[in-house]
């Protein structure tokens, strides 16, 4: 039986090699992205390109967002020609961008009232777990869709949980996000304490990433800094957004938390000298 079309919006850093392992996995797919000449490559390899929301909305059967901002989430979901307006009745939306929990339940009230299925899974594991189908990916919104999307989630990720119903698979991504801003200072520090100190940062890696410092940032963005590598797995401008609703929802909730806050602003010191495109690994920078 031949599979659902598959349509996908946003085909940036990450959005393209998730496309991408959709169309290995034998799903047809329809294609858009702001900037055409950006998606050329998967029009070539054999996806359908699509010239507006709309038009993916009239291809396919399950739609997957991954754009930059909550702002264009709500621009692509709930515009006159968004998808919660012009998708079929029984469509499945997964929104993948890491997004606001309040709006990820806005989306998930606004599908229901026209009959449409919508889950928040934002991803975490950068570029290389996109490239490699090796995403964690964190769900929120009813269990029996996530049911029926599983397969499909599975070209995608190798860790992929159900975390509760809507705004849950967003929170679960911010619990990530704070993670990883803590771990990168320390990642950062780490390396300009080996060359101050004289030592090999090489061979200080060697011994650090099997031990327990390891991690994701040190395993994978550490070299990257050691060759000059500063090239987005994930923006600094995107993080920064992330950062912003940490700190919105940490204030709901009535926590203080100083280290995403510290995070914060030293990202946005890079942004202001126009790093904003480089990755996360770039805040090495702050101390060069």
């Known amino acids: 039986m031949q599979k659902q079309t598959i349509g996908f919006i946003g085909l940036g850093v990450m959005g393209k090699s998730m496309a991408r392992n959709i169309m290995k996995a034998g799903y047809p797919l329809i294609g858009y992205t702001r900037t055409k000449e950006k998606a050329q490559d998967l029009i070539e390899e054999g996806m359908q390109w699509g010239d507006t929301v709309e038009a993916v909305a009239r291809g396919a059967q399950i739609i997957i967002t991954m754009v930059g901002f909550p702002t264009d989430v709500e621009e692509v979901y709930l515009g006159d020609h968004g998808l919660v307006n012009t998708a079929k009745k029984g469509t499945y939306l997964i929104d993948m961008t890491t997004s606001s929990p309040k709006l990820a339940k806005k989306l ?8 449409i299925h919508v889950l928040d899974a934002p991803v975490s594991g950068g570029d290389i777990g996109a490239r490699n189908g090796a995403l964690a990916i964190m769900v929120g919104g009813a269990q029996e869709d996530y049911e029926v999307l599983s397969p499909l989630l599975h070209t995608l990720g190798s860790n992929i949980i159900y975390q509760g119903t809507a705004g849950a698979g967003q929170h679960t991504k911010l619990c990530n996000q704070i993670a990883i801003a803590g771990n990168m200072i320390g990642v950062c520090e780490s390396l300009v304490y080996a060359k101050r100190a004289g030592l090999d940062p090489e061979n200080v890696l060697k011994s650090i990433s099997g031990g327990a410092a390891g991690s994701f940032s040190l395993t994978n963005l550490a070299p990257r800094i050691l060759q000059g590598d500063y090239e987005p797995g994930f923006y600094i ?8 609703i940490v700190l919105d929802e940490t204030e709901a909730l009535g926590l203080d938390f100083p280290g995403v806050s510290l995070a914060k602003s030293l990202y946005e010191e890079l942004a202001e ?13 702050y101390w060069k």
């Open 108 to 115: 998930y009230k606004a599908g229901q009232e026209k009959g």
């Open 273 to 285: 000298e126009g790093l904003g495109d480089s990755g996360t690994q770039a805040l090495y920078k």
């Open 237 to 244: 401008k995107h993080f920064i957004k992330d950062l912003k």
